[in-house]
């Protein structure tokens, strides 16, 4: 009897062992299709990984003007033996012919480039250079039209953009308008984070 029940027994065992063998191989071929399918999704749909990018803005140090031009004067007329303004003026009439601009130098070398750049009512409207060929030069003069025939071209706010040598220096405002008066405007300040600052720059905007 024990020996039959140890035969049963055994038999039992052996089954169990075998099912058991049987389901470890199938456990194998299930965990192998989940590693298969896994790589094969990271394949269709990779990670996509956030850089993070630290961005260094580095500080341009502006050239500072020299204070070679001392002062910017408009004015209706001139002294045509000095070439200095003897009207000074601000603000036009529509009946003047001219406005001149006088800048006078602390003792401009040879040499130095004088700019300007002319706006009306903050677009780009012309720009003049001269190159000073005397050492010690005391001043030197620019002259517009005042055009009779387009009312809406000669009306208006104009500033005026000095540089020298590329770097800005003076700001001078004048008005052509209907009726005379007789009062002159100070210099606008100047800061070293005016986009004027430097000629070329102010040179490339012009379009805008």
Do not use: C
Not at 85 to 95: D, L
Not at 112 to 122: L, M, N
């Amino acid at each position: 009897m024990n020996t039959k029940n140890r035969k049963t027994q055994k038999g039992t065992q052996s089954g169990f062992a075998k099912v058991l063998s049987q389901r470890k191989y199938i456990f194998l071929f299930i965990l192998l299709g989940i590693i298969v399918l896994g790589l094969f999704v990271a394949k269709i749909y990779p990670q996509h990984t956030v850089k993070k990018t630290v961005m260094k803005q580095s500080i341009v140090t502006r050239s500072k003007d020299t204070g070679i031009i001392n002062r910017g004067l408009t004015g209706r007329a001139i002294d045509v033996n000095t070439g200095k303004v003897i009207k000074a003026a601000r603000i036009f009439s529509t009946g003047d012919k001219a406005v001149y601009l006088e800048l006078d130098f602390n003792n401009a070398p040879k040499g130095t480039v004088i700019d300007y750049i002319r706006y009306k009512k903050g677009r780009y409207v012309d720009h003049g250079e001269i190159i000073i060929t005397k050492d010690n030069t005391q001043n030197t003069l620019f002259t517009w039209t005042i055009n009779t025939l387009f009312l809406n071209i000669r009306d208006g706010q104009w500033r005026i953009a000095t540089y020298t040598n590329g770097i800005l220096a003076k700001q001078i405002a004048y008005e052509v308008k209907n009726n005379r008066v007789s009062y002159v405007y100070p210099d606008q300040p100047i800061n070293l984070s005016d986009p004027d600052y430097h000629l070329s720059t102010a040179l490339s905007a012009k379009s805008q």
